[in-house]
């Protein structure tokens, strides 16, 4: 039963990864989301439904549209796939317990923001409000009790995000931190709660810090879309959270 629910998370996945990634491009562009039908971003044409299939078919295309032969960003095929692989993931390590919910959740806007802040830095006040219902909707159905304290977390990661832009800004003489960073400090804090919410602020800065040095030469501006990986060191903390809670109540 258990490879038979990781396949169908597996494909579950993939589309959500497909569909997710789509919105990344939409919502940035002021795209409906249902109207229009899915089109080549270059030549604007409607794709058929076997252009669309996760995965397979932009492999079986060779990465490019089928009308006008231009290359198909491969960050939506890094969706599907993350998609794919994260939803079993979620399923192999938590089950259906709250944690499978909160991970998967965190899994989907994820994938939102990867399209959208790394192509026009952009974190959509929308997917971040719906990860905000997501999430308290899971704790009124697992855990009500601590509903309450998840949301003055967030509140508070939020306020103390803005205070560390508001600094950074007076140091720096520059916007040191985006808004929409700032407001997912405070879905995070919701999510995992407040020290390891500064768990996972540290290992995002580790991997976005990596990521400037390696891409210094193609950013010029200096400009790192660190959403991404905010949500992947809250990810990185809630599937490492033994360890973390352990070190954690050792160091304090």
């Given at each position: 039963m258990d490879i038979i629910f990781t396949v169908w998370f597996a494909v579950l996945g993939a589309i959500m990864g497909s569909f997710l990634g789509c919105m990344g491009y939409r919502i940035p562009n002021k795209i409906k989301t249902t109207y229009p039908s899915s089109f080549c971003s270059s030549c604007k044409k409607s794709l058929k439904w076997y252009m669309n299939i996760p995965i397979i078919s932009y492999i079986v295309q060779g990465g490019r549209c089928v009308y006008c032969k231009e290359k198909i960003g491969f960050i939506y095929f890094i969706c599907e796939v993350l998609g794919a692989l994260m939803f079993s993931l979620n399923y192999i390590l938590f089950k259906f317990n709250i944690e499978f919910f909160i991970a998967t959740i965190l899994t989907c806007t994820l994938i939102v923001t990867i399209v959208s802040d790394f192509e026009y830095y952009y974190i959509s006040d929308r997917v971040l409000v719906l990860s905000v219902i997501g999430l308290i909707l899971t704790y009124l159905i697992f855990d009500s009790s601590t509903v309450i304290m998840k949301i003055v977390i967030g509140v508070i990661l939020f306020g103390v995000m803005f205070a560390i832009k508001v600094f950074?800004?007076?140091?720096?003489?520059?916007?040191?931190?985006?808004?929409?960073?700032?407001?997912?400090?405070?879905?995070?804090?919701?999510?995992?709660?407040?020290?390891?919410?500064?768990?996972?602020?540290?290992?995002?800065?580790?991997?976005?810090?990596?990521?400037?040095?390696?891409?210094?030469?193609?950013?010029?501006?200096?400009?790192?879309?660190?959403?991404?990986?905010?949500?992947?060191?809250?990810?990185?903390?809630?599937?490492?959270?033994?360890?973390?809670?352990?070190?954690?109540?050792?160091?304090?």
């Open positions: 950074g800004n007076i140091i720096f003489k520059r916007e040191s931190l985006g808004d929409g960073d700032i407001k997912l400090m405070g879905v995070i804090g919701l999510a995992l709660g407040f020290l390891n919410s500064f768990v996972a602020l540290f290992i995002a800065s580790v991997i976005g810090l990596i990521f400037s040095f390696i891409t210094i030469k193609r950013n010029k501006e200096g400009i790192i879309p660190f959403g991404p990986f905010i949500i992947i060191g809250a990810l990185i903390v809630l599937y490492f959270s033994n360890i973390i809670d352990s070190f954690i109540f050792n160091l304090f």
